[in-house]
Each structure stands twice: as C-alpha cells, then as structure tokens.
C-alpha cells in the first residue's frame, strides 16, 4: 500500500514535525517506488523526508538524507528532467521553506543543506554548499545566510554584495542593514536601495515622516553606532521611540548602547521598561545582568538567571548571565559558561568580554588579550578597548596598552572615556603623570559628569602628593552622584592624610550603597585596626589580604 504524499506536507504545514518525520521513514522505505525506473519519485520522498529533519531539528539527518535526494536527482532521465522542469517551474514557490509534491528543486536543497550545516556550526561547509547555487538563483534567505557566510570567512567584499541583494528583495530585511552598517557601508549608499530616499534639502520633520522615512532614520541611527557617534545613534533612537513608543527592539538598542558607553542607570531603565513590556525578550539580557553585577543587585541578577534559564537554555545570552553570576564564588565555572556561550555562537561579542575580564581577575592577562582580540574582531567596541588597555599594562607592555589607547581615540573621537583610556596608560609610569592629567582634564571638559576621569585624576592628584586637590575634586562630584566608589576614594585619600574619622565615614556611606563592595570592606577593616593602634601590615594578615588583593582594586595597596 502506497503512503500518501499529501498526508506528509499537511503534516509538515501543521508543524507536526516528529509526525513527519516518522512518516517519512515509510515513504523512502516504500516498495511501491522502484529506485531504478521512478529515480525522480525517489528524490521527491528524499527530499520531503529531509524537510522533516530539518525542522524536527535533526540536522545532521537531515543533510544524510538530502544528499541522497540530490543524488537520485542527478541520475533522472533527460526526457523525464524535462517534464519534471516544467511541473517544477509552474508550481514551485521560490522560498525555500515551501516543499512541493512535485519534482525537487536542487538549489533549494542546497540551500536546506547549508542551512543544516549553519545551524551545527559547520560553516565552511555551508559556504561551500551555497557557493555552488549560481548567483541568480538565490532569493532573499539564500542571500542573507550567504551574507552571514561571507562575513564569517571575512570575505568583506562578497558579504556586503549579498545584504545589498537582500535589501533589493526586501527594504526592510533589518538584519541586512544593521550588517551593513557593521561593515562600514555608509549611510547614503543604503539609502539608495530603500524606497522614498530623503530629498537633499534636509531632514523632513519628523512627525511627516511617511510610512518608509522611518527606516531611513532608522538606517543612520545604526550607522552612527556601528562608526562609534554613540551620542548621534541614541538620539535619532530617541526620536524614532517618540513614534514607535514601547518598541522593544528600540529600547534594547538603547540600552545596548547605554551600557557599552557607560551609561548604567539609564541602560538599566531601559532594559527593566523591555521586561515589564515583553518578559521573555533574551536578546541584550547578558548585557543587563552584567549591569546588575556592576550595581551589585544580587536579587535581581538571580531572578533574571532563573528566567532565562527558563526561557530558552540554548541561547548565548543565557550562559554568559550565568557566567556574570557564578563569577563571585566561582571563577572557574564562570569561566566554563562563558566559553560555553562562545560555543553556542561564536560571533557572540559580550561572551568574549566576560570571558577577557574572567581571565584579567585570575590573573591570566595573556588568555585575556586572546579574548578581548577575538571580540574586537567581531566589531570593536569601547570594553574591548578598554580590556586590552588593561591586559597589556598587566603584561608590563606599555607601548602595545599606549597604541590600544590611541587606536580606541582615533575610532572615538569624541569620547571622553577613549581619552581616559589614553590617560590611564601614561598614568602607569611616573615620567607619564603631568601627560596622564591632562589627558584625564581633557576628558572631564569633554563630559564634566564623567565620574571614572574625575577618579582617576583624583588618584594622579594623591600620588603627586595633592591631596587637597583630590578631596576638593571628589567632593564637587559627591553633590550629583551616590555612588560608592566615589566615597571609597574620598576614604583612601583621608586615610592616606590620617583623617581617619572621615575616612571612616566614608567607607560607612560606601557600604551603605553597596554592601558586597570588596573595596570599602578591605579598607574599613583596615581602618579599623589603625584606629585601634594595631599594625594592619603585621606578617599574619599579609598572608590573608594577598589572595584577596588580586581581586581588589590595584591602587589601594599603594595608597593605603
């Protein structure tokens, strides 16, 4: 008795894929098929059997099988080919996730097998299958996994071609211009392929935008990010919100971007406003629990864990949370799911960021300088500069940290924190202090409220021997901003002076923000011994406190 055809694509079109699959089976088994006189009728059982794998998630089975179709396929009479040519030209869809009764398609079963290869990390093999579907014949999906094929190999040239094709088939193929303004296509080339260009005149007010001028706004928005104009991409963001309020997607750029440059409050606000509106989003949520870590809000942190777990387990984003929470007790499993994101998807940017400063805190700079690389690769970014500052001035390698420094300014010119970055490399050594200073005075007159250069000129201020000017800089700042390390370093500085009573209530005040600070526990005790007359250097504690230092905050041993 022979299996019906029919049956297997209704079950397919109800996404009853283990169904499928299992009938399947019975269809490429069927004795009613002779493989030798009815080649074509193979293929076509082959090709539906695949369908089911693959999106029954079972690629690799998949793959065995299509390649099967595709070799019956070759082996097809002329005369027959001819037929199944023209039934296939009249019915077939051109989406490749449209599976026909009739004779298979053999691009489309390329495209399927790339698409398996993808989805396993295999994606040499992928490229090489795609490589053989001749250029016009790709649709949209083809040219956009070609695009993200081309990209991986680093094929630059190629990859750029492939998302402008998609544009030309879709406008608003979005992953397509966000890769392209990641590649560094500019603005006005993407333009040209969108419909109802912008006239030269100028921007049109926004509340006239049409129902496509968004996207244009959209595109420079991304642009702007992708060239480090972090200030200019938040803006048009915020103009695009005020005409899509609540749209998530906006709202993760936002506090993508909010926490790359430092902006933590306003990144958490918007992520937090991303929760109440969509509570399974995943996307960016390893970038909120790194905030979380930073804000040392342990509840949260595990609540976002556990509802990510929750969610979807086989995401990146997920271990690289995981990693940010395990990293208090445990480095090493910290460490392991970092890598195990890296694995899941190996162009994931912030698990090489966790995975460099993992390896910064247990004193491994070299491995670090491998990640932070690897993540600059991908699309370099300000943490990635500031992660191989830091590696290579642990490595004693101040030329490499100063070439960094100066390479993260060229990219960002306007930004306060790649000029501090260039300061805290001069800052290393003694000779470079007074070049140190004025880099981190450039700095604060480029972002008056940036409290990470007032810190650090702070501290050039106490090892000069100017402690005044330090506490008369820190204190302006005390007015705006509760922030602990501000009064941990306003602590050091009276400690240093021996005003131990506001020293003391500074670390109090420091505690107070953030009871898990490591710095101001250390120094409190610390101050707590002076304060009782004890020797807080005798032999006895040394031994505890240098394990605990590697972890603590390097200017403290030589202030204190």
Same mark, same amino acid.
């Given at each position: 008795?022979?299996?019906?055809?029919?049956?297997?694509?209704?079950?397919?079109?109800?996404?009853?894929? +283990?169904?499928?699959?299992?009938?399947?089976?019975?269809?490429?088994?069927?004795?009613?098929?002779?493989?030798?006189?009815?080649?074509?009728?193979?293929?076509?059982?082959?090709?539906?059997?695949?369908?089911?794998?693959?999106?029954?998630?079972?690629?690799?089975?998949?793959?065995?099988?299509?390649?099967?179709?595709?070799?019956?396929?070759?082996?097809?009479?002329?005369?027959?080919?001819?037929?199944?040519?023209?039934?296939?030209?009249?019915?077939?869809?051109?989406?490749?996730?449209?599976?026909?009764?009739?004779?298979?398609?053999?691009?489309?079963?390329?495209?399927?097998?790339?698409?398996?290869?993808?989805?396993?990390?295999?994606?040499?093999?992928?490229?090489?299958?795609?490589?053989?579907?001749?250029?016009?014949?790709?649709?949209?999906?083809?040219?956009?996994?070609?695009?993200?094929?081309?990209?991986?190999?680093?094929?630059?040239?190629?990859?750029?071609?492939?998302?402008?094709?998609?544009?030309?088939?879709?406008?608003?193929?979005?992953?397509?211009?966000?890769?392209?303004?990641?590649?560094?296509?500019?603005?006005?080339?993407?333009?040209?392929?969108?419909?109802?260009?912008?006239?030269?005149?100028?921007?049109?007010?926004?509340?006239q935008f049409d129902s496509s001028r968004w996207l244009h706004r959209y595109v420079e928005a991304q642009c702007c990010i992708?060239?480090?104009?972090?200030?200019?991409?938040?803006?048009?963001?915020?103009?695009?919100?005020?005409?899509?309020?609540?749209?998530?997607?906006?709202?993760?750029?936002?506090?993508?971007?909010?926490?790359?440059?430092?902006?933590?409050?306003?990144?958490?606000?918007?992520?937090?406003?991303?929760?109440?509106?969509?509570?399974?989003?995943?996307?960016?949520?390893?970038?909120?629990?790194?905030?979380?870590?930073?804000?040392?809000?342990?509840?949260?942190?595990?609540?976002?864990?556990?509802?990510?777990?929750?969610?979807?387990?086989?995401?990146?984003?997920?271990?690289?949370?995981?990693?940010?929470?395990?990293?208090?007790?445990?480095?090493?499993?910290?460490?392991?799911?970092?890598?195990?994101?890296?694995?899941?998807?190996?162009?994931?940017?912030?698990?090489?960021?966790?995975?460099?400063?993992?390896?910064?805190?247990?004193?491994?700079?070299?491995?670090?300088?491998?990640?932070?690389?690897?993540?600059?690769?991908?699309?370099?970014?300000?943490?990635?500069?500031?992660?191989?500052?830091?590696?290579?001035?642990?490595?004693?390698?101040?030329?490499?940290?100063?070439?960094?420094?100066?390479?993260?300014?060229?990219?960002?010119?306007?930004?306060?924190?790649?000029?501090?970055?260039?300061?805290?490399?001069?800052?290393?050594?003694?000779?470079?202090?007074?070049?140190?200073?004025?880099?981190?005075?450039?700095?604060?007159?480029?972002?008056?409220?940036?409290?990470?250069?007032?810190?650090?000129?702070?501290?050039?201020?106490?090892?000069?021997?100017?402690?005044?000017?330090?506490?008369?800089?820190?204190?302006?700042?005390?007015?705006?901003?509760?922030?602990?390390?501000?009064?941990?370093?306003?602590?050091?500085?009276?400690?240093?002076?021996?005003?131990?009573?506001?020293?003391?209530?500074?670390?109090?005040?420091?505690?107070?923000?953030?009871?898990? +600070?490591?710095?101001?526990?250390?120094?409190?005790?610390?101050?707590?011994?002076?304060?009782?007359?004890?020797?807080?250097?005798?032999?006895?504690?040394?031994?505890?406190?240098?394990?605990?230092?590697?972890?603590?905050?390097?200017?403290?041993?030589?202030?204190?």
């Amino acid at each position: 008795m022979d299996v019906p055809k029919d049956q297997m694509s209704t079950l397919l079109d109800c996404g009853l894929y +283990n169904s499928a699959q299992m009938l399947g089976c019975f269809l490429v088994s069927s004795s009613s098929v002779n493989n030798d006189t009815s080649p074509h009728l193979k293929a076509e059982n082959l090709a539906l059997h695949g369908d089911a794998l693959l999106r029954d998630k079972e690629y690799r089975r998949a793959i065995h099988v299509y390649k099967q179709a595709l070799q019956y396929h070759k082996i097809v009479p002329k005369v027959n080919a001819t037929i199944r040519s023209s039934l296939s030209s009249s019915n077939r869809s051109s989406s490749p996730n449209s599976f026909n009764v009739s004779a298979i398609n053999e691009n489309e079963v390329k495209f399927k097998i790339a698409t398996c290869h993808y989805a396993i990390n295999e994606n040499r093999a992928a490229l090489t299958e795609m490589e053989a579907i001749p250029t016009k014949s790709r649709n949209l999906q083809m040219n956009l996994l070609m695009g993200k094929l081309y990209r991986w190999s680093k094929h630059i040239r190629p990859a750029v071609a492939c998302y402008k094709e998609c544009l030309r088939h879709c406008p608003y193929t979005i992953e397509a211009i966000i890769s392209l303004a990641e590649l560094g296509v500019q603005a006005k080339d993407i333009f040209s392929l969108l419909p109802q260009t912008p006239n030269r005149s100028g921007r049109p007010p926004f509340d006239q935008f049409d129902s496509s001028r968004w996207l244009h706004r959209y595109v420079e928005a991304q642009c702007c990010i992708a060239s480090n104009d972090y200030k200019g991409g938040l803006e048009l963001f915020s103009e695009l919100l005020q005409r899509f309020p609540n749209n998530v997607h906006i709202l993760l750029e936002m506090a993508k971007v909010e926490a790359i440059i430092g902006k933590n409050d306003e990144a958490i606000t918007n992520f937090e406003k991303v929760r109440s509106i969509d509570p399974y989003v995943v996307t960016y949520m390893d970038e909120y629990a790194m905030l979380l870590k930073l804000k040392s809000d342990p509840q949260k942190l595990n609540k976002l864990v556990h509802d990510l777990l929750t969610i979807d387990p086989t995401r990146p984003e997920v271990y690289v949370a995981l990693s940010v929470l395990c990293e208090r007790k445990d480095e090493r499993a910290a460490l392991a799911n970092a890598e195990k994101s890296i694995k899941i998807d190996e162009r994931h940017i912030t698990g090489y960021i966790v995975k460099g400063n993992l390896f910064l805190s247990m004193n491994q700079p070299e491995a670090a300088v491998v990640a932070f690389r690897s993540a600059q690769e991908l699309r370099p970014d300000l943490r990635s500069y500031q992660g191989l500052v830091r590696s290579y001035l642990a490595l004693s390698k101040t030329k490499e940290a100063l070439y960094t420094a100066r390479e993260a300014m060229k990219a960002m010119p306007q930004s306060a924190k790649a000029l501090k970055l260039v300061g805290d490399v001069y800052a290393s050594s003694s000779s470079g202090r007074e070049k140190a200073k004025k880099f981190y005075e450039s700095a604060l007159r480029l972002e008056p409220g940036y409290l990470g250069a007032a810190l650090a000129l702070a501290e050039l201020h106490v090892m000069e021997g100017r402690n005044y000017e330090a506490v008369t800089l820190l204190e302006r700042y005390l007015k705006d901003w509760a922030d602990d390390s501000l009064h941990v370093k306003l602590a050091q500085v009276f400690a240093a002076t021996n005003m131990m009573q506001d020293s003391l209530s500074h670390y109090q005040a420091a505690l107070r923000i953030n009871p898990l +600070n490591e710095a101001a526990k250390k120094g409190l005790e610390r101050l707590e011994k002076q304060m009782k007359g004890v020797d807080p250097d005798a032999p006895e504690e040394e031994e505890d406190n240098d394990g605990d230092d590697a972890d603590g905050d390097p200017e403290d041993a030589e202030l204190l």
